[in-house]
């Protein structure tokens, strides 16, 4: 007993003096979270390669559009919930109709070159998207050419739209370019510019140089630029080293060599997890994973009928298809609004994966299983035989074959048929001819949802409402919320919309992929929302800051990747 009383004397004491050591290591520790100071380079492995640095012409190219998120601004941008914010633009205003949009621009606004921003570029860059003989996008080309726009003074400007519609300024942010370095240019000498690789910007960071080797671009280096409207960035630089894969981005941070990787695939995600110097922010992308149903063809006239639709819903194990294929990375769809979006419905019903009741929806709709032969279940000599298409990449195949299989034990007949994707649209979407479909909707660029495109009535024919889903009930919800500008009731009408859309079921809503961005934890302040495209993992980006290694040395000595040969020591 007495020796067990010294032994308890001895880890008191041990405690004590471990709590001393913590209380005196208190405010550093303090400083090194909560006082973010100016300087440093973050180096990060960039997954893909560089094509034009103009954000009229990186639609295509996911790399050139993160960089170009750092170099320009917009009228407007967007928070994290999808909600419009004040950019290069003061302030804006609607008309009661919804049919005129005024906006002031900031006052001393300059491009990194310092000559002076004005309406005068912004209209400029209008006429560039209103260009034929532009890569321009149809759909923005589309709109750009339906609005009128009236320059007022140097400061403010007019938008004149020919109907109402609220997803409006989701199109004002559009990075702006400068008329007086490239207004002189014809399309033609636009594309080929020396200033795609040489931009002059207005955003937190300046063009620095290209890095290059054996006459191929390798990286991109930007600077801090003093006049931002915002303020300085804490980061002297941010440098962008380009990499093919995801694995070899991931093998330059661990060699020490970047601080960040852009994306981090499955195949490297596992090791990413377990190494104490990442910090992993993860997000939804903005797409989703969905199959159709073509409710109007004569072939399927069972996907007419709405108990079938949700026997389908209710008899497809979603959370399986995302555990065993995507590895867990993907959030499983209840409906046809993204998450983490102003208008999404927080409260919708949530369908869960049940054979039993599917196979009872079937049953009470009066599709039986034969008493001998092949079982499939039938009404009125129909079975539930049909087909369904999917894109041949392996992913895809494997998801249709787990659908099959699922859809086969409720008494369905589901046969299978792989085709390039470009295929997909044009030979079964576009004209209808398909049967069931798996598809992958992009969602991205303009958070304002406007599901009006694929679920409208006016979409069935030369649309995207490849289901042709005929409801007006659902058509009336998406035209009255497209045209008023009452934030609270455009909430309220895609909240209708959704709970409508899970009760009728008009196509099956799979998944979401899920976005994971790796950094090291010596860069503070970072913070990932919900993404409507990659690039807006930057959106803080002037909040980030870099610990000094030295300081954080003494804390974790054994924690922390190597500081990049490439760039100086950050400091606080």
Same mark, same amino acid.
Do not use: C
């Given at each position: 007993?007495?020796? +067990?009383?010294?032994?308890?004397?001895?880890v008191a004491?041990?405690?004590v003096a471990?709590?001393?050591?913590l209380?005196?290591?208190q405010?550093?520790?303090?400083?090194?979270?909560?006082e973010?100071?100016?300087?440093?380079?973050?180096?990060?492995?960039?997954?893909g390669?560089?094509?034009?640095?103009?954000?009229l012409?990186?639609?295509t =190219?996911?790399?050139?559009?993160?960089?170009?998120?750092?170099?320009?601004?917009?009228?407007?941008?967007?928070?994290?919930?999808?909600?419009?914010?004040?950019?290069?633009?003061?302030?804006?205003?609607?008309?009661?109709?919804?049919?005129?949009?005024?906006?002031?621009?900031?006052?001393?606004l300059?491009?990194?070159?310092?000559?002076?921003?004005?309406?005068?570029?912004?209209?400029?860059?209008?006429?560039?998207?209103?260009?034929?003989e532009?890569?321009?996008?149809?759909?923005?080309r589309? +709109?750009?050419?339906?609005?009128?726009?009236?320059v007022?003074?140097?400061?403010?400007?007019?938008?004149?739209?020919?109907?109402?519609?609220?997803?409006?300024?989701?199109?004002?942010t559009?990075? &702006?370019?400068?008329?007086?370095?490239?207004?002189?240019?014809?399309?033609?000498?636009l594309?080929?510019a020396?200033?795609n690789?040489?931009?002059i910007g207005?955003?937190?960071?300046?063009?620095?140089?290209?890095?290059?080797?054996?006459?191929?671009?390798?990286?991109?280096?930007?600077?801090?630029?003093?006049?931002?409207?915002?303020?300085?960035?804490f980061?002297?630089?941010?440098?962008?080293?380009l990499?093919?894969?995801?694995?070899?981005?991931?093998?330059?941070?661990q060699?020490?060599?970047?601080?960040?990787?852009?994306?981090l695939?499955?195949?490297?995600?596992?090791?990413?997890?377990?190494?104490?110097?990442?910090?992993?922010?993860?997000s939804?992308?903005?797409?989703?994973?969905?199959?159709l149903?073509?409710?109007?063809?004569?072939?399927?006239?069972?996907f007419n009928?709405?108990?079938v639709?949700?026997a389908?819903?209710?008899g497809?194990n979603r959370?399986? !298809?995302?555990n065993?294929?995507?590895? @867990?990375?993907?959030?499983?769809?209840?409906g046809?609004?993204?998450?983490?979006?102003?208008a999404?419905h927080?409260?919708l019903a949530?369908?869960?994966?049940s054979?039993?009741?599917?196979?009872?929806?079937?049953r009470?709709?009066?599709?039986?299983?034969?008493a001998?032969?092949?079982?499939?279940?039938?009404?009125?000599?129909i079975?539930?035989?049909?087909?369904?298409?999917?894109? =041949?990449t392996?992913?895809?195949?494997r998801?249709?074959?787990s659908i099959?299989?699922d859809?086969?034990?409720? @008494?369905?007949?589901?046969?299978?048929l792989?085709?390039?994707?470009d295929?997909? !649209?044009?030979?079964?979407?576009e004209?209808?001819?398909?049967?069931?479909? /798996? &598809?992958?909707?992009?969602?991205?660029?303009?958070p304002?949802?406007?599901p009006?495109?694929?679920?409208?009535q006016?979409?069935?024919? @030369?649309g995207?409402?490849?289901?042709?889903?005929?409801?007006?009930?659902?058509?009336e919800?998406?035209?009255e919320?497209?045209?008023?500008?009452?934030?609270a009731?455009?909430?309220?009408l895609y909240?209708?919309?959704q709970?409508?859309?899970?009760?009728?079921v008009?196509a099956?809503?799979l998944?979401?992929?899920?976005y994971?961005?790796?950094?090291?934890s010596?860069?503070?302040?970072?913070?990932? @929302?919900?993404?409507?495209?990659?690039?807006d993992?930057?959106?803080?980006?002037?909040e980030?800051?870099?610990v000094?290694?030295?300081q /954080?040395?003494?804390?974790e000595?054994?924690?922390?990747?190597?500081?990049?040969?490439?760039?100086?020591?950050?400091?606080?």
């Amino acid at each position: 007993m007495r020796k +067990l009383r010294w032994q308890l004397l001895l880890v008191a004491l041990a405690l004590v003096a471990i709590a001393i050591l913590l209380l005196a290591r208190q405010p550093l520790l303090r400083n090194l979270t909560a006082e973010p100071g100016q300087g440093g380079t973050y180096i990060e492995g960039l997954v893909g390669t560089l094509g034009r640095l103009n954000p009229l012409l990186d639609h295509t =190219n996911p790399a050139d559009q993160d960089i170009d998120s750092l170099l320009f601004s917009g009228l407007l941008t967007y928070d994290e919930r999808g909600n419009p914010q004040p950019d290069l633009a003061e302030a804006w205003g609607v008309s009661l109709t919804g049919e005129t949009y005024n906006i002031t621009l900031r006052e001393n606004l300059t491009w990194h070159d310092g000559t002076v921003l004005t309406t005068q570029d912004v209209a400029f860059t209008i006429e560039l998207m209103r260009n034929t003989e532009l890569p321009i996008p149809e759909d923005l080309r589309t +709109l750009w050419s339906q609005v009128e726009v009236i320059v007022l003074d140097e400061r403010n400007l007019q938008f004149i739209l020919p109907d109402a519609f609220a997803p409006f300024t989701d199109y004002l942010t559009f990075g &702006v370019l400068p008329q007086h370095l490239l207004g002189n240019l014809s399309p033609a000498e636009l594309l080929n510019a020396p200033f795609n690789l040489q931009p002059i910007g207005s955003g937190p960071f300046r063009f620095g140089e290209l890095r290059s080797e054996s006459g191929r671009i390798t990286g991109v280096v930007l600077e801090a630029w003093d006049g931002y409207y915002a303020g300085r960035p804490f980061l002297d630089q941010v440098v962008f080293t380009l990499f093919d894969t995801s694995e070899a981005a991931y093998a330059a941070f661990q060699q020490g060599d970047v601080m960040g990787v852009s994306y981090l695939s499955p195949q490297v995600l596992s090791q990413s997890l377990t190494n104490p110097a990442m910090s992993i922010y993860t997000s939804r992308l903005p797409r989703m994973s969905m199959l159709l149903l073509n409710i109007g063809s004569n072939e399927v006239p069972f996907f007419n009928e709405q108990p079938v639709r949700k026997a389908i819903m209710e008899g497809v194990n979603r959370q399986w !298809i995302v555990n065993q294929y995507l590895s @867990g990375q993907a959030i499983v769809a209840n409906g046809p609004i993204m998450p983490g979006n102003w208008a999404y419905h927080e409260n919708l019903a949530r369908t869960e994966f049940s054979a039993e009741s599917a196979i009872a929806l079937l049953r009470e709709a009066g599709y039986a299983m034969p008493a001998s032969g092949e079982q499939v279940r039938s009404k009125d000599g129909i079975p539930l035989t049909f087909q369904l298409v999917h894109p =041949n990449t392996e992913l895809h195949t494997r998801i249709a074959e787990s659908i099959q299989k699922d859809l086969n034990a409720l @008494g369905m007949n589901v046969s299978l048929l792989g085709v390039p994707y470009d295929e997909l !649209i044009s030979n079964y979407l576009e004209p209808r001819t398909y049967q069931a479909a /798996l &598809v992958d909707i992009n969602l991205s660029t303009y958070p304002d949802p406007d599901p009006y495109p694929f679920w409208h009535q006016a979409a069935i024919s @030369g649309g995207q409402n490849y289901s042709r889903w005929d409801d007006r009930r659902a058509s009336e919800y998406l035209e009255e919320a497209r045209v008023t500008t009452d934030r609270a009731q455009r909430v309220r009408l895609y909240r209708n919309f959704q709970n409508h859309f899970i009760n009728e079921v008009p196509a099956i809503p799979l998944y979401y992929p899920v976005y994971n961005y790796g950094v090291s934890s010596l860069v503070r302040g970072v913070s990932l @929302g919900p993404l409507y495209r990659t690039s807006d993992r930057f959106t803080t980006i002037n909040e980030w800051f870099l610990v000094a290694r030295s300081q /954080l040395d003494e804390l974790e000595p054994t924690s922390q990747p190597q500081q990049s040969t490439n760039a100086p020591a950050p400091t606080p």
